[in-house]
């Protein structure tokens, strides 16, 4: 069995970052059923992800894009049902939320507080 090193995918993939994305996208699409382009070789699907990127045997652009892709969320528009409106656009169109004051608490009814919210509900539930 050969080992596969994250020295043998940087030099496809320099930043380590998209590395991890991309053989965790690939793994998870074998794991679905996509087609293997090596031998398993009895390897696990992460493992045969980084083979497959250090033998160059991926369009590592297109990886990315389908990555991205499966990311993205749709927001129809009320008033254009035709055209899909991505989060962002949605949530510039959005009137900025209006502020609340801070209520006003002490240093005792703020402690009091946090440690209430570590320590969980009192009231005996979990």
Same mark, same amino acid.
């Given at each position: 069995?050969?080992?596969?090193?994250?020295?043998?995918?940087?030099e496809?993939?320099?930043?380590?970052?998209?590395?991890?994305?991309?053989? $965790?996208? /690939?793994?998870?699409?074998?794991?679905?059923?996509?087609?293997?382009?090596?031998? /398993?070789?009895?390897?696990?699907?992460?493992?045969?992800?980084?083979?497959?990127?250090?033998?160059? =045997?991926?369009?590592?652009?297109s990886?990315?894009?389908?990555?991205?892709?499966?990311?993205? /969320?749709?927001?129809?528009?009320?008033?254009?049902?035709?055209?899909?409106?991505?989060?962002?656009?949605?949530?510039?169109?959005?009137?900025?939320? =209006?502020?609340?004051?801070?209520?006003?608490?002490?240093?005792?009814?703020?402690? =009091? $507080?946090?440690?209430?919210?570590?320590d969980?509900?009192?009231?005996? /539930?979990?």
């Amino acid at each position: 069995m050969a080992r596969v090193t994250v020295e043998d995918c940087i030099e496809k993939v320099p930043n380590r970052f998209r590395l991890v994305l991309l053989a $965790a996208h /690939r793994a998870r699409n074998i794991a679905a059923g996509a087609e293997l382009r090596i031998d /398993r070789d009895n390897d696990k699907n992460p493992v045969v992800a980084l083979r497959e990127i250090a033998e160059d =045997k991926l369009n590592l652009d297109s990886l990315g894009e389908s990555l991205i892709a499966g990311l993205q /969320r749709v927001i129809p528009a009320e008033d254009d049902e035709d055209r899909p409106v991505r989060r962002t656009e949605a949530a510039e169109e959005a009137p900025e939320p =209006k502020q609340l004051p801070a209520p006003e608490m002490d240093e005792a009814a703020m402690l =009091k $507080a946090l440690q209430s919210d570590r320590d969980g509900p009192t009231d005996g /539930r979990m």
